[in-house]
């Protein structure tokens, strides 16, 4: 704190000369810059007093390599904060990645390709059938292991065109509560000491995924706000956990953010339609068009773990390279004076109520 007040004199004496200089510009705008960032770092570093410097230990050691004195000086959660995201990199080891890849891989080995994949159609009335066999198989998969196809890879009567491995786009939406190894990195130790970093009371586990990001396949995931699909009154309560298992690039489908894009409420939500009719979910509201030019991307290897915000506005690239993208990702609830909408498509169920974070 006390080389921050000195800085800020210095900066102070600086913006004084600058003034002096009356007729030079160029050192005037250099003093004015000097003392805008020397107040920027006061108002920082008072608010990383505010968090509690010593709660930021832990974050500060997954935080990304930066070289000589800034190493380990910002904080994390301030971070997080401004920008509804936060990357740390290093998270879970190589081992703990390749665990999950591997317990996937036996899981796609066993796999039974859901009878409305397999359906074949000729009349109007199959096709009607088939969606509605499709529509159940996602809106009941939320207590389930369930699989999702990438777009053209089955004919019309349902035989793969490419091996079925490859053809799988995602696996959802219960892996952390019935597979043991991604239910033991769900409620790993480490999750839960950032849980409760991130001042979480009652964090609860409401779904999780594993998506493939296929090579030359994996379809782009459109710019959305997780709250869209996961609603929560109030708002605010909804965190992501996305967790890359090999390296994510710009060639591979890497993330993308709209930094601070948080804090304004959402536009558009995804809810369960009203029984009989034809589809089973629809929107209420849309999501404005977005300037490409405000998306910067998240680049992050293997092991490195994103926390997405419920309400920032994220998206990810088709993967027209030659690797894949996997990644695990799970979506937790601050539960604490929260309630879950009856309208989201994602509902607890008798068999599996949301589970806590910290059991
Ligand atoms: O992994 C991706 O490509 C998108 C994931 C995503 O948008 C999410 O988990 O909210």
């Known amino acids: 704190m006390q080389s921050v ?77 401004e920008d509804g995201f936060l990357v740390l990199e290093h998270f879970f080891t190589a081992e703990e990645c390749d665990s999950m890849r591997n317990q996937i891989q036996k899981i796609v080995a066993e796999m039974e390709v859901p009878p409305h994949c397999r359906t074949e159609f000729s009349t109007k009335e199959d096709e009607q059938l088939q969606a509605q066999g499709s529509s159940d198989y996602f809106l009941t998969s939320g207590d389930k292991i369930r699989f999702f196809f990438e777009k053209g890879v089955l004919d019309e009567k349902g035989n793969f065109l490419i091996p079925k491995k490859k053809s799988v786009s995602k696996i959802g939406h219960a892996l952390h509560a ?88 959402i536009t558009r939500r995804m809810v369960r339609a009203p029984s009989g009719t034809s589809t089973c979910v629809e929107f209420v509201g849309s999501e404005p068009g977005y300037d490409d030019s405000q998306f910067i991307p998240l680049p992050i290897s293997k092991g490195g773990l994103i926390l997405i915000h419920g309400e920032v506005v994220h998206k990810s690239e088709l993967n027209s390279s030659e690797s894949s993208r996997h990644v695990f990702t799970f979506h937790v609830m601050e539960a604490k004076d929260t309630s879950w909408s009856k309208e989201n498509w994602l509902q607890p169920t008798p068999e599996l109520p949301f589970p806590s974070l910290y059991t």
């Open 178 to 265: 019935y597979d043991p190894v991604f239910k033991q990195i769900t409620h790993s130790s480490k999750v839960q000491e950032l849980g409760r970093k991130l001042g979480l009371e009652r964090p609860v586990v409401v779904q999780s995924m594993y998506i493939f990001k296929q090579p030359g396949i994996g379809g782009e995931v459109t710019p959305h706000q997780d709250a869209t699909f996961l609603h929560t009154e109030p708002l605010g309560r909804v965190l992501g956990f996305w967790i890359a298992l090999e390296d994510a690039t710009q060639e591979n489908g890497c993330l993308w953010f709209i930094p601070g894009s948080h804090t304004s409420g």
């Open 5 to 81: 007040i000195l800085w800020y004199l210095l900066c102070c004496v600086l913006r004084s000369a600058g003034y002096i200089a009356q007729n030079n510009p160029q050192s005037r705008k250099t003093a004015v810059y000097c003392h805008a960032y020397g107040l920027k770092q006061l108002l920082k570093s008072s608010r990383v007093r505010k968090v509690g410097s010593g709660e930021d230990d832990v974050l500060n050691c997954w935080k990304k390599k930066k070289t000589g004195n800034e190493k380990y000086t910002t904080s994390r959660m301030t971070e997080f904060r």
